[in-house]
Nanobody, 127 residues
Framework: QVHVVESGGGLVQAGGSLRLSCVVSGSVVSDDVISWFRQAPGKEREFVGGISASGTVTLYAASVKGRFTVSRDDAKNTVYLQMNVLKPEDTAVYYC????????????????????WGPGTQVTVSS
């Protein structure tokens, strides 16, 4: 059974940085597409960024491109979301999601594409 757990959230001032971690058990991250989503209060869950199973393709939402980076450490079976130049509008619960069923060079932007989800970690950016 696949389990996904996020960590690293917290409170940070605008302009600051955080690094979120996503540890996957029961599967190998190099077999999965893994993406980050976020959901702010009163808003729908939205795609933030992801990395393909091959590790060769990364995809980002326009709102975070150039500020956020998704990376993977296969030895630790962990995917990271490095968030720089954080803005108050980045405040949300951040979720990590994994799926084994897609082609190795595909990163899906829809939450419906992902089978396994973590419980989320809160990121709050103060102005």
């Amino acid at each position: 059974q696949v389990h996904v757990v996020e960590s690293g959230g917290g409170l940070v001032q605008a302009g600051g940085s955080l690094r979120l971690s996503c540890v996957v058990s029961g599967s190998v991250v190099s077999d999965d597409v893994i993406s980050w989503f976020r959901q702010a209060p009163g808003k729908e869950r939205e795609f933030v960024g992801g990395i393909s199973a091959s590790g060769t393709v990364t995809l980002y939402a326009a709102s975070v491109k150039g500020r956020f980076t998704v990376s993977r450490d296969d030895a630790k079976n962990t995917v990271y979301l490095q968030m720089n130049v954080l803005k108050p509008e980045d405040t949300a619960v951040y979720y990590c999601a994994a799926d084994l069923r897609v082609p190795r060079t595909v990163v899906g932007k829809s939450a419906a594409h992902y089978e396994h989800w973590g419980p989320g970690t809160q990121v709050t950016v103060s102005s």
